[in-house]
């Protein structure tokens, strides 16, 4: 990767943040402009190729030694996306609760530990963070997170429940659903936090989940056996759909609804069982509504793509808490530059930041082109200094040297 001459344009919000004092403020642009723009965007990496990172230490220094809060940061962040209307949440809105495995190999890392990641299918060597993001028609972005640790009393449903606290009590997001996944459905008092506020939820049973029905508690996988099903049209889907208010063990009475998608493929689509406290909600809008938890998985799958979600080897707790927090703003940055519409379909790569991604790479391109324009044959030189430093690699543990390509 070339030298990062310049900082992005889209990192000039920061200017705003009254948390952050103007050195503070520089050095933020400066980290959210590596983990746009960065191949490699480590501290170590982000400092070698973005020139305004005045070194290493001056990076290592605003993520574990500078006195900043990233909560109020990330308070900042949000109240930013609220003055654009392509970003602003409203109460038709969707929160999203769940959580994502970083892989890692290192044993010193905060919070590493062996967690089951449900997109590997598998145990893994990690990091697991619990997040809760914003979604609805026309925007989506993360919203907070917290770091799982296993030597910590807290559990995912606790992590989960203050978060729920932060957004409801000192956010003020006007969402009035959340959306989960099974592992989170199972808790009864994280149903009942998100209720105590006079919320709705809708999320997965797993098959073997207790229903009341015809007197007797059977797995809801069994009841499926026994209902017929209507077929029903969607947003241009068939589904074989069964819904009715029943009695779920440790949820009560809820919104139960039974469905599988019906294809044209010899493959069978696996049967979906959902619950929801919106009593009176047709099976169309339970079906649409849960459609708006796609957006959470493309931020994952974005921000460890290209956005260094994965690449913090700080091993102070502080340092890697305000990394994620710096992530999430660059994602959100990215939200508010050029071309950052999310319009199309909730379920479409739409939803995705690789248009905005494609504009900041392109901006740093002629932000180099133009330093090389402008600069005199002296400054050009020196140019040229920092390309052999990123390309040349120093000597390896086995003496030998390589390159960066």
Known sequence: MLPITDL???TEPINEFESLSPEQQHHAKTYTTGLVAASNKTVAGIAREVIPAQGKRAVNKFLTEYDWDEDQVNHERLEEL?????????????????????????????????????????????????????????????????????D????????????????????????DTYLMDSWFTHDSNLIDHIESYDKDWIGPLRSNRQVTYGGE?????????????????????????????RSVSELGEVRLLIAEKVTEEDDENPVRYFASNKI????????????FRWPVEVFFEDSKQDLGFGDCEVRDEGGASRHWHLQMLAYSLLRLGPESSASGTQCSKASSIQVQLEYALKEAVYNLFSWVRDHPKQALDELMEEIEHLFLHSNGSDGSKGWYL
Do not use: M
């Open 8 to 10: 992005l344009s889209c």
């Open 82 to 150: 609220q003055k654009h209307g392509e970003t602003r949440w409203s109460q038709d809105g969707y929160i999203i609760l769940d959580d994502s495995v970083n892989h890692k190999t290192g044993k010193e890392l905060p919070g590493v530990g062996r967690f089951y990641d449900h997109a590997e299918g598998e145990t893994v060597w990690g990091q697991n963070l619990v997040y809760a993001f914003y979604a609805d028609e026309k925007t989506a972005y993360p919203l907070a997170f917290r770091l799982y640790d296993d």
């Open 152 to 175: 910590d009393d807290r559990t995912k449903y606790d992590l989960a429940r203050e978060i729920i606290t932060e957004l409801e009590d000192e956010v003020g997001v006007p969402a």
């Open 217 to 245: 508690e059977i797995r809801v996988d069994a009841l499926a056996e026994r209902i017929d099903t209507v077929e029903r049209e969607i947003d241009n889907e068939t589904y074989k759909i069964w819904t009715q208010k």
């Open 280 to 291: 009176g909600a047709p099976s169309e809008h339970l079906i649409r509504s849960y459609s």
